[in-house]
């Protein structure tokens, strides 16, 4: 009796084992490997065991898990796709002010020998500024903005100022708990603050420019109504002083209405097939003509598959009587020995404008094309320039898809180089919105 009894608690431990304890170990092997990250398939044997509802409850939750995995990591990859193409530099700072994020524009703008992940801020920039700024935001949860400028090297050995826009956002704040971190995002504005400063030297030097010619004409009228003008001889002299400054007046406007319709993106050139052999010679005569007295000489050296292009005459022929008129106006020397020559290169045609002038100094040469810029200070004025007359050449000759450039050294001349496609084919409508 006691055997039977025996046999059968055997056997009904070992029936319990497989239907309960095997089913419950295999369930919290799954949750295991669930924690671990490893995401279940729904197997046959679930639907079998004593505990369907609780295997397949276990199942699908592995599959909910196994969307939002997929979804988290989707969204990451979009994340770090949009950081990687912002052009603004991010970071990620922890209440220890160390990086936590950190996209590849920041390591672009401040040339970043190594990632700037797990670093301190201070370290990277070495400005407290932005260190007290970042403490700022953690300590109250207050955005801030500053603007800090920084040197870089250049290849030259020299040293370049750069100016950057920093915006400092507080995160993982709610409320009365603590920031957690700090955005912040790096914008270069360089190029802004570059245009801000060339904006004012340009209102400076209009209201200089114009303030000249006016005090003059003041003067002079001042003059006349004290009684000058029973003077025939000073009213004569007079008059002829407040002619030739409004002539100035007249032509320094005419220049800065020629530049603003260059710079203008919705202008208009007009293109047609030109001689320029033929238009460099009229501006020559019109030169002799307009100087009786130079004694400028010209040479023109022009090869004959370089004769044609496509290009608006007007302008062109404002190019060419700039160039001309510059050297024989600035020319110390006598005779003014002026050289034009042409040639094909390609499917673009270059002009070499030379003289053989003092030359330019070389301090000057990278400012020669600025609007309102004089080498020769201390005479320009009274040589009748305007200081925009290259200014208004280079703008012409890149509307029409060329270059420009200058070569000289001092006291053996200079030439100018400027090159255009031989026909607008190709760039006609770039040229067209410059």
């Known amino acids: 009796?006691?055997?039977?009894?025996?046999?059968?608690?055997?056997?009904?431990?070992?029936?319990?084992?497989?239907?309960?304890?095997?089913?419950?170990?295999?369930?919290?092997?799954?949750?295991?490997?669930?924690?671990?990250?490893e995401y279940l398939r729904n197997p046959a044997w679930a639907a079998t065991i004593p505990f369907p509802k609780t295997a397949a409850e276990l199942h699908r939750l592995s599959e909910k898990l196994r969307v939002l995995d997929e979804q988290a990591a989707a969204e990451e990859l979009s994340l770090k796709e949009i950081l990687s193409a912002m052009q603004e530099g991010i970071l990620i700072v922890n209440t220890s002010r160390i990086v936590t994020l950190a996209n590849n524009a920041i390591e672009r703008m401040f040339s970043l020998?190594?990632?700037?992940?797990?670093?301190?801020?201070?370290?990277?920039?070495?400005?407290?500024?932005?260190?007290?700024?970042?403490?700022?935001?953690?300590?109250?949860?207050?955005?801030?903005?500053?603007?800090?400028?920084?040197?870089?090297?250049?290849?030259?050995?020299?040293?370049?100022?750069?100016?950057?826009?920093?915006?400092?956002?507080?995160?993982?704040?709610s409320h009365a708990q603590p920031v957690a971190s700090v955005l912040l995002v790096f914008q270069d504005v360089t190029a802004i603050r570059s245009l801000e400063a060339t904006r004012r030297e340009f209102v400076a030097n209009v209201s200089h420019e114009f303030r000249t010619p006016l005090t003059v004409i003041n003067g002079y009228v001042e003059?006349?109504?004290?009684?000058?003008?029973?003077?025939?001889?000073?009213t004569a002299q007079s008059l002829k002083a407040m002619q030739r400054n409004v002539q100035r007046l007249s032509l320094l406007l005419e220049d800065l209405l020629t530049i603003?319709?260059?710079?203008?993106?919705?202008?208009?050139?007009?293109?047609?097939?030109?001689?320029?052999?033929?238009?460099?010679?009229?501006v020559v005569e019109n030169l002799k003509t307009a100087n009786p007295g130079g004694a400028a000489v010209f040479q023109i050296d022009w090869a004959v598959d370089a004769r044609s292009a496509q290009v608006d005459p007007d302008r062109m022929e404002q190019v060419f009587w700039n160039l001309l008129g510059n050297a024989i106006r600035h020319?110390?020397?006598?005779?003014?020995?002026?050289?034009?020559?042409?040639?094909?290169?390609?499917?673009?045609?270059?002009?070499?404008?030379?003289?053989?002038g003092t030359g330019i100094p070389l301090e000057d040469q990278a400012h020669i094309f600025e609007r309102f810029y004089r080498v020769h200070k201390h005479r320009a004025r009274d040589a009748g320039g305007?200081?925009?007359?290259?200014?208004?050449?280079?703008?012409?000759?890149?509307?029409?898809?060329?270059?420009?450039?200058?070569?000289?050294?001092?006291?053996?001349?200079?030439?100018?180089?400027?090159?255009?496609?031989?026909?607008?084919?190709?760039?006609a409508e770039n040229a067209r919105n410059f």
């Open 113 to 173: 020998a190594k990632s700037p992940l797990g670093r301190n801020a201070l370290e990277i920039f070495r400005r407290h500024e932005l260190e007290l700024s970042i403490g700022n935001v953690l300590a109250n949860g207050q955005a801030e903005s500053l603007e800090l400028v920084f040197d870089f090297p250049t290849p030259g050995g020299k040293m370049e100022a750069r100016s950057f826009g920093i915006h400092l956002a507080p995160m993982g704040r």
């Open 386 to 427: 305007t200081g925009l007359g290259l200014s208004i050449v280079k703008n012409i000759v890149l509307a029409h898809g060329g270059s420009i450039a200058l070569e000289s050294a001092p006291g053996a001349g200079a030439t100018f180089s400027l090159r255009i496609p031989e026909t607008q084919s190709r760039i």
């Open 1 to 37: 009796m006691n055997e039977i009894v025996l046999v059968a608690t055997f056997a009904l431990a070992i029936f319990g084992y497989w239907k309960f304890v095997m089913p419950m170990a295999r369930i919290r092997r799954d949750i295991a490997r669930l924690a671990s990250g």
């Open 260 to 282: 603003s319709r260059m710079e203008s993106k919705g202008r208009s050139l007009r293109f047609e097939s030109v001689r320029l052999d033929a238009l460099a010679a009229q």
């Open 331 to 356: 020319a110390e020397i006598e005779p003014v020995r002026i050289a034009v020559r042409a040639r094909r290169d390609g499917d673009w045609i270059q002009i070499d404008v030379s003289d053989n």
């Open 223 to 234: 003059t006349l109504m004290d009684g000058a003008v029973e003077d025939p001889e000073m």
